[in-house]
Each structure stands twice: as C-alpha cells, then as structure tokens.
C-alpha cells in the first residue's frame, strides 16, 4: 500500500512537471536539423527545436521518434516486447542539403531544412515519404482540463495508394480503403483502435501511442494523410518495408509479439446465446446438438451467472446452476468444450472488490450497469498486483472449481458511457488515464494470458477480447465485433472490419452470426426475412477465422424457429466448415510458425490490381478461397422470386478462378453475376490451389485425419504446407509438430509430397489421400468424392504421383 501510495506522489509531480513543460515548449511547424550522431543502434539528430532518433531494428523496421523536450521517453512499450538486441548493419552520409542512412533493404533521406524522412529502396525507388511541412509535430493542448501535446505525423500518399487496418469500428461506413477518409480511433462501446496502418505502396506504419486518436485520410485534397494522437511525450511510430503484406505484418508480428496456437476446437462451431439461464438449459442444447448429430464444439454461459450476486463476485449462482462442475465434466464427455463470460467489473461490496480496493487495485472509472442499474467499478488493469489478483480470484472461481476450457473476456473498452473524460481524467498505475485510454484491454489479456500459460500449462488459452489493441495477439485474442444489430445493414459492416482488423495484424476475428440484438431484445427468429439473414450470417461465419453463433433470441441450428429449408442449408455449411479442418488448421499452424493471415484482404495476394482496392465485402480465406459474402436481402417474406438470386464479383486479375459449387472456369480482371440463391455463398477457388478436406465431423477431433480429400485446382502450379500437431497444449513451442509440403506441378500433372518435417507423440504414421483433379462438377461442391483420380499413402517420405 506505501508503494502504492508513493507511485501514486511521484505521478502526481510529474504530471506537474510535464504541465510546466507544456507551457514553455510551444512547437513550430517543423524544426531544422543542427547536425546529428551516428549510434550503434542508429542516428540520432539535433534539431533546433527538439531531438529526433531514427532507430535502425532490423534492415526493414525503423523506429522514429521526435520531441520538442528535453529527453525521449525511457517508459518500457506496452506494445513492442522485442528488444532489437542484435545490431544491424547500416551506413550514414552527408549529402549536403540531405542525410542518407542506408541499410541492406531499405534508403533513408532525411530532409535537414525539416527533417522529413522519405523512405526508398536499396535502389532508390520511393516507397513513401513524410510530408515537409507538417511531418513530425509537438502542439500544446487542454483536452478535458489537462496540459498535454497533442502528437502528429503526415505522409505524402500518391493518387493511386490505398490504406488498410486501423481496426474493428463495426458500426462504420461500408469503405475498406482509409484515402481519403477519416476514422476516430478512441476505444469505446462500438468502437475499435488499433494503430497500424497497411499501404499499397508495400509499407507499414504502426504508432507507438496509447492514447485516443484521429486519422485523417483525406488531407490536402486527398494528398496526403495524417494519424494525430491525443497526447504524448513523443511522436513514435515504426516503419515496416515488405513490400508484400504477409511480410509486413511478418515484421508487425515480430516487434509486438507472435499469436500462439488455438486449440483444435477452437476452430468448430460456437454454440452462445444472449444468455442461458441454467444448468438445466446448458445441458439441453448439448443433448440437441449431439442427439441431432450436428457439429460443434463450444457451448458458451455468458453474462449474469452470478445473479443474484454482484458482478465480479465469479460465482455461479447455485440455484440455477447446482453443480457448475459436474455440468462441464459433462459437456467433456460429449466432446464439447465450455466457454465462460468473465468482466473486469466489480460491485461494491464483495471480496474480490474489497480485496483489490485494498491493494490499491480499483479504479473510480464506472460502468453504469444496464441490468441492476448500479454502478459498478473498473479495476486497473495496468497495475500488475492488480491484474495477478485478478487472475488468482478468477482463476480459483473458474477454472479450480468449474473446470472452464476458456474465458469471453466481457466490456474490457473500459466503457462508461458518455463520461470518457472520466477515463482521462483517472490516473492508472504508471500515469495518467489520457495517455493510457486504448490500452486496458492490452493490459487486461497480457494478466489472465500470463496466469494461464503459469497455472494451465496443458491446456491452450483462447480468449474472446472485445476492442482489442496493438500487440493484443500474443494474448491469445480474438477479436469479436461487439454488440451488432439484427439487420442486413449491420451484417454488411463486419465484412469490411473483419478484414481491416486482421490487416491491422489481429489473426483473429469473429462476429456474433445473426447479430446480436434488434432493439435490445430478439427477431422473431421464425420470420423469412431473419432466417435469411441468420443464414447469410451463418455462410460468412463458416469462412471466418472464427466459427460462432451468439444473439438474443434462441437460434441454435436445432432451433424450432428453422423451417426444414433452412435447416438443411445451416447444416451444410457447419459440415463444410468441418470438413475444411484439416485446411483451417494448417493455416493456423501458419499463423503462430509464420506470421501468416487467414483472413486475408485482396491486397494481400493481389496488391497490384487496382481493382481490389476499394472492394469491401470480397476477401481470401487462406491461399485458395475467395470469399463472397451476400449481404443484401434477395427475398421478401416468403415470395422467392421476388428478389434478386446474384452478387457481383470481381474476380482479381493474374490468374483463373473456380466456381466452387460448379468447377466453372472464369478469367481473372472480370466481373460477374455470381449466383447467390439463398443456399449458395458464392466461393471461388484460385487456380493451382490445394484443398484438404477431412471427413464430416461431429466434433473436431472425433476423427483421425488419415483419410483426406485432396482437390487440386489446375491450371498454375501450386503449393500447401499441411500441419499436425497434438491439438492442445503448447508442445509445439518444444518443436513437437509436424509439417509436410504438398507441391502441384501443373505442366507435368504431378503432385510431389515432401518428407515429413518434426513429429509428436501419437502422430499419426500413413495418411491417406483421395487426389481429386477438379475438372467441372467433379470435385465440386461440399460433397465428398466417392472415386477420385488417384488414391495416395503417404508414410512421411517423399512422393511424387502423376495425375
């Protein structure tokens, strides 16, 4: 508590200090470099107003950091945990009017007369540049009766650029592209913040800032654009060069942290509603989905198992739920997997508040809770006492006593409403709540993720975050879209916010299918116009990263509200999502060993082809799908032909696509008339890709994966690193997984497997392969082919078959 105390003193004498700076430090629009100092890790500058460091982390990441006092900020990144130990090689000259730092990727010229940087290739060609007359800037401001700096960088940005990321903002405008358009970027109730920004241009940019922010796309007519961040000591942001966006946020990933493996059924079905009541009730929809034989993984207990109790009290109330453990022991002997909501919101009054209101662990900032209407307080987490209490109480309510497989971490913005000032206005363990705004849920996961990998060493953690931030992926976070409405519109959205969240560098994204409230309480789920959108919900889920129903209203695939038609079409696509496992979890194998993105913008693949930029609702999923989600209602009640039964598609340029459904071939660089009756999610399938495909499942291990489709797409060569590994705890990390590369040579017809790299304990030894050359309706559609073009066993050494 003294400790607590004397942080808290020290706090308070340097915000006055940093006051007193503010009023004596008043920037220009640019300062003039007065001559500079290379380092062993770096150049570092002095300018006439202010210092400027260029820090070189590797030949194709740089640091800047610009100020107008006296000295940088030494405060440890809560974003950036390499330490760049290892020195890299690079050289600085003088050209006069110009200094040039070149590295064995990259060509920095820094302007003396501003000391705008531009960014070029090793041969010269520019990648990007700051703007000369407002690059780096420094302004005093009063935001909510506190001194600060409002911190800035602009960039040139060319007519033919588009940006991508900044996060999830799911009740944001319909455009993916940021030119020419601006984005809030302050975490709260609806609304997303993460700092980092993709470019056509095959760059990278991510700011190293925790406060609220404003990007402005659409400066000077469109000429430049500018990120501005509410208050800071510094400006900070890093610089990556890919030019491919896989190898940007390779690097994005390797400054902030790489995303660890899932657990297999991670990537079933999630069974959630707005809210189960009981025990009883939990029970019910395991005995329906598992008596009806359909797949899923995950029934989900959300919100107010506590009640009567406060909040935080992490109990489940023994009268609705008499025996919370004997419950998911038997969800575990079906095979299915339980997921709990958990909040960092407390009410007065019970031992886990009282407990960290003694250790100086509570905020005043409050949540006006909608159901008691009480107001309950935030705990700190960026105090870390605080966030290892937190995790012991709910680690000794949950997981010790209930046996939960993993945690929805519940309302982490924080959100109180309208009274953000109030967050501003607070004082967190290392400073003041204005400089810390967007980092609480950061902070929240990095508590209950380090706990977890402490005290659950066999069991992977998997986390349902809502808003997450910056470096939030090496906590095991999901990101989930928040609290969307039951409509068309809203479904619309997520689209484009999936995408630029994954671009931003988050691997996982999901959205509740059906939305999750219309008005506050539930459609008539039994309604033509909501089982359409439920179901078109339900496609787009299928080929997310992350496959979960949630809403009001009981919507379960079993539900009562499904005529047999739309019964009929869930279950295909639930089917299709397990049949794709085998491919699903190689690419998450991709994410944690390479820093790949499942769910991919075009510009991933296709950055060159103008055509993609401004598409909102099109996207890959992995190297072979492209994903085309219908988001606009084409029936109206129950009249079928009263509405439109297409979607455009624009199909990228550079190589041939697939109907998925048909095996029809189409050019690239076109659009078409995709059909899209309401059972059909237009897919298209990229020429020379390669499909695993394992047998239906009813849960996502039931079957051993030695029997696999393989589809083959001719026409280009093609290539597909398949993994294995034990499906749960963290071996991998010890090297026990295992990888072989599956090789189309399209002009030969052959397919070549590569032996087998690494191995775990029960891997399997054969696996068998059903090679299917997909030509027209054979091998096409969800449905297994019965007689392939060849059968393949592979036992783990090199192969090669024609077709």
Known sequence: MLYKKLHFKL??????????????????????????????????????????????????????????????????????????????????????????????????????????????????????????????????????????YNCSTQFNSPANEALFGLGCHPTD????????????????????????????????????????????GAEANNTKFKYVSESGT?????????????????????????????????????????????????????????????????????????????????????????????????????????????????????????????MGGM??????????????????????????????????????????????????????????????????????????????????????????????????????????????????ATLWSSDITCSFASFKKQIPQGINSCVSGIPYFTSDIGGYHLNWGAPDWSKPEYRELFTRWFQFGAFSPIFRIHGKGERALFSKNWDDKTKAILLKYDKLRYRLLPYIYSLSGRVTQENYTMMRSLAFDFRNDVGVYNIPDQYMFGPAFMVNPVTEQLYTGNNASAGKTTRNVYLPA??????????????????????????????????????PMGPVMEYATEKPANDIELRIYPGANGQFVYYEDENDNYNYEKGQSATFTLTWNDKLRQLRINDTKGSFPGMQKTHTFNVVLVNGEHGSNADAVIKGDKKVVYSGKAISVKI
């Open 11 to 148: 706090s308070k004498i340097c915000a006055s200090l940093f006051i007193l700076m503010c009023a004596v430090n008043m920037p220009e629009a640019h300062a003039t470099i007065v001559n500079f100092k290379k380092e062993a890790d770096g150049v570092s500058f002095n300018l006439d107003k202010g210092m400027l460091k260029i820090k070189i982390c590797a030949s194709d990441i740089i640091e800047v950091k610009y100020t107008v006092l006296n000295s940088f900020n030494t405060k440890k990144s809560l974003v950036v945990n390499n330490s760049w130990i290892q020195q890299v090689p690079f050289t600085v000259s003088d050209k006069g009017q110009k200094i040039v730092i070149t590295t064995d990727k990259l060509k920095l010229v820094v302007d003396k007369a501003s000391n705008a940087i531009s960014y070029l290739t090793k041969n010269g060609q520019l990648i990007t540049s700051e703007a000369k007359s407002e690059n780096k800037t420094m302004t005093a401001a009063n935001i909510a009766g506190i001194r600060v």
């Open 173 to 216: 405008s319909l455009s993916i592209n940021y030119k020419g358009r601006n984005q809030d970027l302050a975490i709260k109730y609806m609304t997303g913040a993460i700092p980092v920004l993709l470019s056509t241009k095959g760059f990278g940019l991510m700011w190293d800032n925790y406060s609220a922010a404003n990007f402005y």
């Open 234 to 358: 510094e400006v900070n942001y890093y610089f990556f060069y890919g030019p491919d966006f896989d190898h940007i946020i390779n690097l994005y990933r390797n400054t902030t942290g790489v995303a660890p493996m899932f657990p297999k059924w991670a990537f079933g079905l999630f069974q959630s509603q707005d809210r189960y009541m009981s025990q009883d009730e939990v029970i019910s929809v395991k005995n329906n989905y598992r008596n009806n034989h359909i797949p899923v993984d995950v029934i989900v207990q959300d919100w107010y198992y506590w009640d009567p109790l406060p909040i935080g009290s992490h109990i489940m109330n023994p009268t609705r739920y008499p025996d919370p453990k004997a419950m998911i022991d038997e969800l575990h002997r079906s095979n299915i997997h339980g997921m709990i909501s958990i909040w960092p919101v407390f009410g007065k009054g019970t031992p886990n508040y009282d407990a960290l209101q003694k």
């Open 363 to 476: 905020t005043d900032i409050t949540w006006d809770n909608i159901v008691t209407h009480t107001f309950d307080n935030y705990y700190d987490a960026h105090n870390p006492a605080a966030r290892e209490l937190y995790w012991e109480q709910a680690r000794d309510s949950l997981i010790k006593h209930y046996n939960w497989d993993a945690w929805w971490v519940d309302q982490c913005e924080p959100d109180n409403g309208t009274l953000l000032d109030a967050r501003r206005q607070t004082t967190y363990f290392p400073g003041r709540g204005i400089d810390y705004f967007n980092t609480f849920s950061l902070e929240h996961s990095k508590g209950i993720y380090q706990g977890w990998r402490r005290d659950i060493p066999g069991k992977r953690a998997f986390f349902l975050i809502r808003q997450s931030f910056a470096g939030e992926q090496r906590n095991a």
């Open 654 to 691: 550079t190589t041939k696509w697939y109907d998925f459904w048909t095996g029809k071939i189409y050019n690239g660089g076109e659009t078409i008339a995709a059909a899209a009756p309401i059972d059909i999610m237009p897919l298209y399938v990229k020429a020379g890709s390669i499909i």
